[in-house]
C-alpha cells in the first residue's frame, strides 16, 4: 500500500497563505510514489469531497478546480516522495479538510477514482 500523510493545516485569515505537505510511504507490488499521481481533494462540512488539484507522475502535467486557478500551486518532489499544496489568497470558502490522494491515472477528478487516501488535514480561513 501507498500511506499518504498530510501535514501543515491550520487557521489563516482571509487573504494569508499555508503551505500543505503530503509525504507517502510505501508502494505497491508493481508501482512506487513516482509511478501515482497525486491530488489534493477537500471536504467541507455538510458538502461532498471535492477535487482541488492533481500532478502526474513526473510533474510534466498539473490540473485545477477552476475556483482554486491562480491561487493554489501543487508541485511534488519524488526523491521525496512528497507532495506539496501552496495556497495563496486564501478564501473562507476554502475552508475544508484537505486530503492527500494517490491515483493511478491522471484523468483521476472524483473522490471514487483515487487509490489511496491520507487522513486528512484542517485548513481554517477565518474572515
Known amino acids: 500500500q501507498v500511506q499518504p500523510v498530510e501535514s501543515g493545516g491550520g487557521l489563516v485569515q482571509a487573504g494569508g497563505s499555508l503551505r500543505l505537505s503530503c509525504a507517502a510511504s510505501g508502494r505497491t507490488s508493481r508501482r512506487t510514489f513516482r509511478d501515482y499521481s497525486m491530488a489534493w481533494f477537500r471536504q467541507a462540512p455538510g458538502k461532498e469531497r471535492e477535487f482541488v488539484a492533481i500532478i502526474s507522475p513526473l510533474a510534466i502535467s498539473t490540473d485545477y478546480v477552476n475556483s482554486v486557478k491562480g491561487r493554489f500551486t501543487i508541485s511534488r518532489d519524488n526523491a521525496k516522495n512528497t507532495v506539496f499544496l501552496q495556497m495563496n489568497n486564501l478564501k473562507a470558502e476554502d475552508t475544508a479538510v484537505y486530503y492527500c490522494?494517490?491515483?493511478?491515472?491522471?484523468?483521476?477528478?472524483?473522490?471514487?477514482?483515487?487509490?489511496?487516501w491520507g487522513k486528512g488535514t484542517l485548513v481554517t480561513v477565518s474572515s
Open positions: 490522494a494517490a491515483a493511478g491515472d491522471y484523468t483521476v477528478r472524483t473522490a471514487g477514482r483515487v487509490d489511496y
